[in-house]
Structure formats: structure tokens, C-alpha cells
């Protein structure tokens, strides 16, 4: 089982910057790809970024070029640095992991930390 917790978020003005950062820790064989998705009220969940485990990014189009996720040296941690926040990224991010426990591969997400951007 992976636990994941997250930090940073918070409240920031339009054109500010925040940083998450997720920590995954239990038990896991190996972590495949991480991210972040974000929900927004009365939206659906979308992902934000993913990234794998060599390393390749993915980028939703609203957040290509503002959002730069990366993954720590131990590999167990993500960040997503977001500049130039606009007022519709204002969401809830949620961390996610892929894992394997030796014999299968399982999803899991974090408790969601609030992202809110005031015009």
C-alpha cells in the first residue's frame, strides 16, 4: 500500500507562483509513473502532469509552458512547479502514483491540497 502526502498549495494572485510537492512512502515495489490532476467545483478530475519513470512529461495543453513537474533523486517524490497561475487553475490537486507491489500495479492518490487563484 503507497501513502502519499502532499504540500504546498494555497491562495495566490493571478500571475503568482505555487509549488506541490507529493512524498510517497509504504509498501511498493517500484513507482511507475507520477502526477497531478486537479478538480475544479462541478468540474471533472483532469490530469494536470504526468511523468515517468525515465522521465518523460506530459502536459495538459492549459498548463504547457507555465507548469514544470519533476521527480526527486529517490524517486518516491514529485514536484510541480506553476507559474504565471491564472484564476481558472484555482482547483483541488491531487497527487497520483503508480505502483507495483511486486505482483500487480495499483493506483493511488493523495488527500488533495486547494490551489486558489484570485484575480
Known amino acids: 500500500q503507497v501513502q502519499l502526502v502532499e504540500s504546498g498549495g494555497g491562495l495566490v494572485q493571478a500571475g503568482g507562483s505555487l509549488r506541490l510537492s507529493c512524498a510517497a512512502s509504504?509498501?511498493?515495489?517500484?513507482?511507475?509513473?507520477m502526477g497531478w490532476y486537479r478538480q475544479a467545483p462541478g468540474k471533472q478530475r483532469e490530469r494536470v502532469a504526468t511523468?515517468?519513470?525515465?522521465?518523460?512529461?506530459n502536459y495538459a495543453d492549459s498548463v504547457k509552458g507555465r507548469f514544470t513537474i519533476s521527480r526527486g533523486n529517490a524517486e518516491t517524490t514529485v514536484t510541480m512547479e506553476m507559474n504565471s497561475l491564472k484564476p481558472e487553475d484555482t482547483a483541488v490537486y491531487y497527487c497520483?502514483?503508480?505502483?507495483?507491489?511486486?505482483?500487480?500495479?495499483?493506483?493511488?492518490w493523495g488527500q488533495g491540497t486547494q490551489v486558489t487563484v484570485s484575480s
Open positions: 497520483y502514483v503508480h505502483a507495483s507491489n511486486g505482483f500487480k500495479w495499483i493506483d493511488s
Open positions: 511523468i515517468g519513470s525515465s522521465g518523460n512529461t
Open positions: 509504504g509498501s511498493f515495489a517500484s513507482i511507475g509513473v
